[in-house]
């Protein structure tokens, strides 16, 4: 296809076994939550997105289908559009039509996932060059060379920086902000504070995908690190911490066991708890003050009727 680039930027960062040994080293065990997606975590996390307890990408969709004229007027259309996380890509194809990019950059930290979704793209829009990245966006934004020149909106759906601790949020703003550059645009999706009923059972599905999707973690330290350890022996545990305003997921072993891997041992206690995720929720004045102290204004927000998710668009502060 000629409308189509891909890059490797994988960095030393991005080093599962690494990030295990050092995770499982810690009095309170976690694995960073980035280490879902292999090509098997991709494809469940899309699953997850269909089940009808998981209210965030349909409110989205909906809110991105209604908008994206409106949105357009804002941005201005031919800018190069960036999209860090971009998975399967579904929910930019919303908006490619009113934003006309003059290119798309989708970034992702699995590469076979990556290529498929992106030359799926690009059959679809042959009009619309991409310059697809295979990118540990938590550590860098590595734009390829290939890309235009041109005023740059970031596209950061469905609320993923509520992985990110506050301090990491704040982080990662500072560096879209210096990505994006003079005259560039972020267009984001942040899930909401509300009802812990809903919270919960979005992250408890009744179809188990969700536990499914925690628990590949560990059969993926089997498949690529060859760990000597059970997944049915562990527990999916998700729930919502009033007091942080977030989702915590945690994997819990349900008996006392070791996980051994190139020649570390690593105990669990019974009811132990390894922590996979946290998903910080925002009221929308929390995120707006967050995103000035990145260097960013607001454009204009949006938040659906019922409460569930809000989108925002922000102006790099030029310097």
Known sequence: MEN???????PAALSLYDAV???????DKSIPPKFFYDKHGSELFDKICEQPEYYLPDVERRMLSQLAEEIAELTGRGRVVIEPGAGSASKVRLLLDALRPGAFVPMDISFDY???SAMSLAREYPWLPIHAACVDFTHSLPVPKETPKGPRLLFFPGSSLGNFDRNEAGEFLHMVHDVLG???????????????????AAYNDAAGLTADFNLNLLRRLQRELDADIDPNIFEHKAFYNVKEGRIEMHLISTRQQTLRINGYHFEFEEDESLHTENSYKYAPMEFIDLASESGFNEVRHWVDENGLFAIYLLAVINA
């Open 114 to 116: 990556l290529k498929s």
């Open 21 to 27: 040994v050092d995770g499982l080293s810690r009095e």
């Open 4 to 10: 189509i680039t891909f890059h490797d930027h994988k």
């Open 182 to 200: 003079d005259d560039g645009m972020l267009l984001i999706g942040v899930d909401t504070k509300k009802s812990e009923v809903i919270l919960n």
